[in-house]
Structure formats: C-alpha cells, structure tokens
C-alpha cells in the first residue's frame, strides 16, 4: 500500500488559480481542523460534475493501488468514496478483487455541498472520525471550492505533526481539481498574497447575504446555520412576586 508513506510526505502548495489557500485553523491534542479553498472559471454545476469523479484528477500517488482511476465517488447519502483494489498478477483466477472505503457520503446537495466521513490515508487505522465538507459557492467568473477537514479522536499520532501532513495531502487534491476545472497555476509570491488577503477577509464583520459563505468563515457552520429554522424568541421573564405582607401583632390591653 502506498498511500501511509506518501501522505506523510511533504507537498509543496504551488499551483492556484484566485490563488489557493490551505491552513490548520484549528489544533489540539484532540483533533485538527483543516481548511482550504480554491477559486476555478467554471459554474458549480459544472464544479460539481468533476468533484464527484475522483478519478480524473485525484492523485494517483494518493491511492492504495497506484492508479486514481480506481477510485470512484457514489454521490448520494450512505455512498462511498471508494477504492477497487486490482486482484495481483500471480493471484489465483477465482480470487475476489479487494476494496477500500476512504470516505463515506452523509450529506449530498448537488451543486452545492457533499459531506463525507472517514479517516483519509494513515488515520484509517486510528480511532478517529474526520468529517470533509465540500462546499461549492458562486463568485464573479466562477466558482469557490471550500473544504473543510475535522478530525478528531484517539490517534497514535501527534495532531502537530500528521495534521500539517494531512494538509498538504488534501492542497494538492484540491489544486489538480482546480486545475481539472480550468484553474491556472500561480507564482509563489502570489499565493502568499493570497493568504494575507484570505486572512484579512477572516477579520472582517459579516455583511450583506447572511447566507453567504466567504473565504474566512467556518464552512461547516455557516452551511449548518443555514438549515436551521429561525430561533422563537423567548417569551418575556414574570415579575417576581413581593411577600404577602406580614399582619400587625396585637398587643395585650391591661385592665
């Protein structure tokens, strides 16, 4: 299996289009959040096509078997993002070819957001739930790809040190989709221009559509909040009750 030793790998970020942008927003000994956009000249529809076809621009350096084209994307609740696993050349006629579940679909909104669990690469083996939402925003002359990692749980590594691994992994899936969707590479001074300004945009109050989702927001929250229905007000708190008050002690007449 290749996928352990390549994932752990360091791989440069270098490619954009409306640059790239990958960070850990999030770290502790608990888990990581990784998030990462990328902006591409096609609709969402036509986004939305080419994310569900792993295949054609997952990479195959990524894979169990060698070869993207053995990955495959069933796009509805309960679907897998899974792996054929080619029978060995010297392996008897009637064995069975093998599979790997990477991700499992809990949420597919086409055109707009997939949301997938499971322990992607080396974090398959730990006791860990990663969640992955895929969101598809539309903006001038194309379309926002965000995606947003959340792992957490038990794990033999050491968050600061697999999490960093982790995001490299996904900014390089993220840039060959991107480059899959018509996306063009961008100088490296370019890309950390982007970064500063993605980061400027995080430090801005919200303005306008409240159901817009920019480049600095929580992907999975904003996308949440958005199915929510609007909270009842509360219904106004009663006065307190003043103590009955105490009748007069009679006092004892002589006579």
Not at 98 to 115: D, I, T
Not at 204 to 219: H, L, R, T, W
Not at 229 to 238: F, G, S
Request: glycine share 8%; charged share 25%; with cysteine.
């Amino acid at each position: 299996m290749r996928y352990l030793p390549i994932l752990l790998a360091a791989v440069p970020l270098a490619f954009a289009t409306a640059p790239a942008s990958a960070e850990i927003t999030a770290s502790s000994d608990a888990g990581f959040v990784i998030r990462l956009t990328q902006e591409v000249p096609a609709t969402p529809q036509e986004s939305w096509k080419a994310l569900i076809m792993p295949g054609e621009w997952w990479s195959s350096d990524h894979t169990y078997s060698g070869d993207a084209k053995n990955l495959y994307l069933d796009a509805q609740a309960t679907g897998c993002f899974c792996e054929k696993l080619p029978r060995p050349k010297d392996a008897p006629e009637d064995q069975r070819i093998g599979s790997v579940e990477h991700m499992h679909v809990v949420y597919a909104e086409p055109n707009r957001v997939l949301r997938m669990t499971g322990g992607l690469g080396p974090l398959q083996s730990e006791a860990v739930k990663g969640t992955l939402t895929m969101t598809l925003k539309a903006v001038p002359g194309g379309t926002r790809v965000l995606w947003e990692y959340v792992v957490g749980g038990y794990m033999r590594y050491k968050p600061e040190q697999i999490g960093p691994s982790v995001e490299k992994v996904l900014a390089e899936q993220v840039r060959r989709l991107g480059l899959k969707l018509g996306a063009k590479p961008a100088e490296p001074d370019v890309v950390a221009a982007a970064k500063e300004q993605a980061a400027a945009e995080a430090a801005k109050p919200a303005e306008g559509d409240q159901n817009a989702i920019s480049v600095g927001s929580d992907v999975a929250a904003d996308f949440d909040a958005s199915l929510k229905p609007a909270a009842k007000p509360k219904p106004a708190a009663k006065p307190a009750l003043k103590p009955a008050a105490k009748p007069a002690e009679k006092k004892p007449t002589g006579r």
